[in-house]
């Protein structure tokens, strides 16, 4: 195996025995196959794309599962093998790794684009919004990459992702909002009640919705984890009173976690972490859509996007309460709407100089002890600056009890990593307030933590709208090699992390 699509790669290079995510080998060249079989499968329908919805889905659902953390079932990633063979004419697929170095960084920051655009129009589609223009560019650049050698290309490529990572998070948020309402200011209690529970983790509002719907009159809460916390901020999911809070943290502190909830737990996207030998909850866990861990259970599926929680729900009411392990209230909710509803008191609070900076530190959460630098810096920040947050990354700071600017929070939660899009609307819309001809202008820093590829798609949109002097951390990916990180950072301005100290100076 080699693999370095995600942050924790070892040493910043490369898994090649063991992924440090617990993918092994045997999977990681299952998946290598099939990321070659779907660019066979894309080259023999891209002359006739516009009516093949049925391999355009299937290529866009087979991205999606080999996002860092979403699938680590070997059958599940065979039968999807099978199917691409099944679809193909020939086998002689070319390899996946490039043996030049910046060809092979480019290729790999496009794939790992693709995957995340991959996902968040899986998500959308779930909701009953598709785009063929999405689904015919993945298809466009799986066929094509193989053949090109240019590093410019690439580059154009890679900004081409931008534009269509920007167009799938407006795609998602129209179907979140017009599904479930415009999130609005909400405070999420952290500690938990006294009846049984079921855990909802991942990232596909319409799973929680369909549970919620038929859970409600069951006697069983329902808790969101890690990129679920948003759920609670949607008027038309808050609505059901047994949506009763959220449990624990980011997604790496579930094998802990998990432990003292108790009851069942759902997983509707990534961050699946293998549970360890003696974990108590395997068979009370359950996988849907794209994710998968071979020993947990799947939820039944009664027709396309309908599906039948009856098991879990029932296996719920067996189990102990949830063990509280913190108590209180987070308050999130500040989506683009939200944000904009309170424009004029955001700009008030700027001109009279008591926000004096916003800080994006979108992104994802992980398990390095490095990460410790995203709740030091938050800590550090002076009074007077907002944070702008949204994704797993939130869990180091959103806990702070930071002090308020005039009743405005420091820390504006936006939502899960997709609604990264909603500062990108409200950095627009104050550059439009303040008559500023560049968006640089604002008083707005981009502090973003990656850890997988949807980070890289957000990441990639960022540099798409023309958004300079991002930090990156904790580290840079692990793939781009010299020339391309210089090019990142001669066009861009983006570089990694230093220390807390320099950073926060350089800031301002
Ligand atoms: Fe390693 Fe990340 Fe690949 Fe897992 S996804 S094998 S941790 S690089
Ligand atoms: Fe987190 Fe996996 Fe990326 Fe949607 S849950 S942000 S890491």
Known sequence: MYCNQCEET???KACTVRGVCGKDSELANLMDELKEYLKVLSLQINDDKEDKLEEKRFIMNS????ITNANFNHESIRKQLLIAKSYTKKEDVTPYYEANEDLNALKSLIM????GISAYHSHAIHLGYEDNEIHNFLVDVLATINDVKELDVLLEVSDKCGYYGVKVMELLDKTNTTAYGNPEITKVNIGVGNRPGI???GHDLNDIEQ???QSKDSGVDIYTHSEMLPAHYYPKLKKYTHLVGNYGNAWWKQTSEFETFHGPIIFTTNCIVPPKANASYVDKTY???????????RIKELAVGSKDFSEVIEQAKLCQVPQEIENGEITGGFAHNQVLALADVVVENIKNGSIRKFVVMSGCDGRKKDRGYYEEFARTLKDDTIILTSGCAKYRYNKLQLKDINGIPRVLDAGQCNDSYSWVVVAMKLKEVFELNDINELPISFNIAWYEQKAIIVLLSLLHLGI????VGPTLPGYLSETTANYLVEHYGISGINTVTEDIATFG
């Open 199 to 201: 855990l909802v983790s």
């Open 211 to 213: 549970l919620l719907e």
């Open 112 to 115: 790992g684009g693709l995957m």
């Open 63 to 66: 991205m999606f599962k080999l």
């Open 468 to 471: 300079k002097d991002i930090k």
């Open 287 to 297: 996988a849907t859509g794209n994710c998968d861990y071979p020993g947990f259970k």
């Open 10 to 12: 070892v040493a910043n």
